[in-house]
C-alpha cells in the first residue's frame, strides 16, 4: 500500500473516534445515464457460462441522483439539496440470462477504482458489480482524503438502497443497456470498512434494513464504531461472510460481531502482517491473501446467489491453505 493508503488508514481512526451520528431514510429520484464501453448484443442459445474471460467484461458509471436527501457541506464543499452517486458497474458481455446483483460499498476515503480487481474478478464468475461512490466518505472530492467525513456513514445504508432501485429500474428500461442482466430475486451485499459498517446497516438493523438483500460479506468491517440511532441490530438468519486479518488496527471491533450473528455464518482470519491488512486484502494493492480473498469470495457468493452446493467445498478448502496463512470458522 502506498503512503496515501497509511494516511486513509490514519483518517478512519480519527474519524471513527470522532464522528457524530445521525440517520436518513431511504427514497427515490431520478437518475442520468452513464459512458459505457461497447456493448454487443448475441442470439445464441447455449447455456450461460460460469466463468468469462477478462475481454468479456464490460465497465460503465451511471450518476444516480436522490434529489430526496441532502449532502452535507465540508470545509472544501457546500451543502447539496441532493446527493448523487456515481455507481461504476461492471458484467459479463455478452450474456444470455439474467445475472445475481452484487452491490460493493468502499470504506472511508475509498473510491470504486480502489476495487477493480475485486470487481472484475467477480464479474467473470457471472455477476453485475455495482460500487457506488459515496459522497462524503470518498477521497474522489474536493479535499481529498482531508475531506471524508466518517459520520456521513450513517447516510450510506439508504445509498446503497437507492442504488439498488436505481439499478432494478434500468434492468427493466429497454433502452438501458443494462436491460434484462439482473436477476432481481438474487441481491448481495459486501462492504469494507466502514462500508463494511454500512453492510450491516442495511442487512441487520432496523434503522435501514433492505430485505432484498439475501447474503451479506463484511471485510475488515468494525460495526460498532458508528450508532444508528433511529434503529437497532436484530439477529436474521442471513448468510454472512466475515474476513479480516488479525493484524489490522480494528481486528478486535470486527471480530467481536461474529459471534452475535445468527447461521449460517463465515468468519475467514488472515493471519500475519500490520495494520496495511485493513485494506490490501480487498483493494487493488496486492497482499499474499489475494488469491484467496478471490476465491473465497466467489465461491460464498455462488453458494448463497447460484445455489451451487459444491461451492461451500471450495469455500471451506480456499479459507484453509496448506501454509497455515488463514482459517476458518462456519456455523450453519
Given at each position: 500500500?502506498?503512503g ?22 431511504s ?15 448475441t442470439t ?12 468479456d ?47 460493493l ?107 432484498r ?27 454472512a461472510?466475515l474476513?479480516m ?9 470486527s ?78
Amino acid at each position: 500500500m502506498t503512503g496515501g493508503g497509511r494516511r486513509s488508514l490514519a483518517l478512519f481512526a480519527v474519524g471513527a473516534l470522532a464522528a457524530t451520528v445521525g440517520c436518513s431514510s431511504s427514497s427515490s429520484s431520478s437518475s442520468g445515464d452513464g459512458d459505457a464501453t461497447a456493448a454487443t448484443t448475441t442470439t445464441t442459445t447455449q447455456p450461460q457460462p460460469e466463468t468469462y474471460e477478462p475481454g468479456d467484461i464490460a465497465t460503465r458509471t451511471e450518476s444516480f441522483i436522490d434529489a430526496a436527501r441532502p449532502t452535507a457541506a465540508t470545509d472544501f464543499s457546500p451543502a447539496e439539496a441532493s446527493r448523487t452517486l456515481e455507481t461504476t458497474i461492471a458484467y459479463p458481455e455478452p450474456a444470455t440470462d439474467p445475472l445475481p446483483l452484487v452491490v460493493l460499498a468502499h470504506g472511508l476515503s475509498g473510491d470504486p477504482a480502489k476495487f477493480s480487481q475485486l470487481m472484475t474478478a467477480w464479474a467473470q464468475a457471472g455477476y453485475v458489480v455495482a460500487v457506488p461512490r459515496f459522497p462524503r466518505s470518498t477521497d474522489d472530492q474536493p479535499g481529498g482524503q482531508q475531506a471524508a467525513q466518517f459520520g456521513d456513514v450513517v447516510n450510506q445504508p439508504a445509498d446503497v438502497s437507492f442504488v439498488i432501485e436505481e439499478l432494478l429500474r434500468l434492468d427493466e428500461e429497454a433502452d438501458s443497456p443494462l436491460h434484462g442482466r439482473i436477476d432481481a430475486d438474487h441481491i448481495g451485499l459486501a462492504g469494507h470498512s466502514a462500508g463494511g459498517i454500512t453492510t450491516y446497516g442495511v442487512v441487520y438493523n432496523s434503522c435501514c434494513r433492505d430485505d432484498r438483500i439475501e447474503a451479506a460479506m463484511l471485510l475488515a468491517a468494525p460495526r460498532d464504531l458508528i450508532t444508528f440511532p433511529d434503529g437497532s441490530y436484530e439477529p436474521r438468519s442471513i448468510p454472512a461472510l466475515l474476513i479480516m486479518a488479525d493484524g489490522d488496527f480494528v481486528y478486535e471491533q470486527s471480530n467481536v460481531v461474529y459471534p452475535e450473528l445468527a447461521p449460517p455464518k463465515w468468519l475467514i482470519t488472515l493471519h500475519g502482517g500490520d495494520a496495511l491488512r485493513h485494506a490490501s486484502p480487498f483493494e487493488n494493492a496486492p497482499d499474499p491473501s489475494d488469491q484467496l480473498v478471490v476465491e473465497a469470495t466467489v465461491a460464498f457468493w455462488d453458494l448463497q446467489l447460484k445455489d451451487r452446493a459444491d461451492a461451500a467445498q471450495t469455500l471451506t478448502e480456499a479459507a484453509q491453505p496448506p501454509d497455515g496463512s488463514a482459517s476458518l470458522e462456519h456455523e450453519e
